[in-house]
């Protein structure tokens, strides 16, 4: 059973940075994806980035690209998003969230079965 914890959201001015923690906890990453999503009041939760653990490889939403990077500490089980030139429509509840690293999907909630409690970032204009 993996335990996921967030942490480092904020609030930040239209430009600024931010980067999120998420400490994995129950056992070894090799052979997860973690992924991060986000969802605004109103809205669905939405797809931000995902690294796979063993591989490095990592997936990002188009809105994100250039701005955000994922990133992976293994020796503290430990996944970063770096958040740069933020805008106000980041604004939202941002969750970590774990998969078995089985299918090439990455980007549906339903495909994770960890989730941290989320971490909320608001970005003002």
């Known amino acids: 059973q993996v335990q996921l914890v967030e942490s480092g959201g904020g609030l930040v001015q239209a430009g600024g940075s931010l980067r999120l923690s998420c400490g994995a906890s129950g056992g070894t990453l090799s052979g997860y994806v973690l992924g991060w999503f986000r969802q605004a009041p109103g809205k669905e939760r939405e797809f931000v980035t995902a690294?796979?653990?063993?591989?490095?490889?990592?997936y990002y939403r188009d809105s994100v690209k250039g701005r955000f990077t994922i990133s992976r500490d293994n020796a503290k089980n430990t996944v970063y998003l770096h958040m740069n030139s933020l805008k106000p429509e980041d604004t939202a509840h941002y969750y970590c969230?774990?998969?078995?690293?089985?299918?090439?999907?990455?980007?549906?909630?339903?495909?994770?079965?960890?989730w941290g409690q989320g971490t909320q970032v608001t970005v003002s204009s």
């Open positions: 969230a774990a998969k078995l690293d089985r299918q090439p999907v990455v980007d549906r909630d339903y495909q994770y079965d960890y």
């Open positions: 690294v796979s653990w063993t591989s490095g490889h990592t």
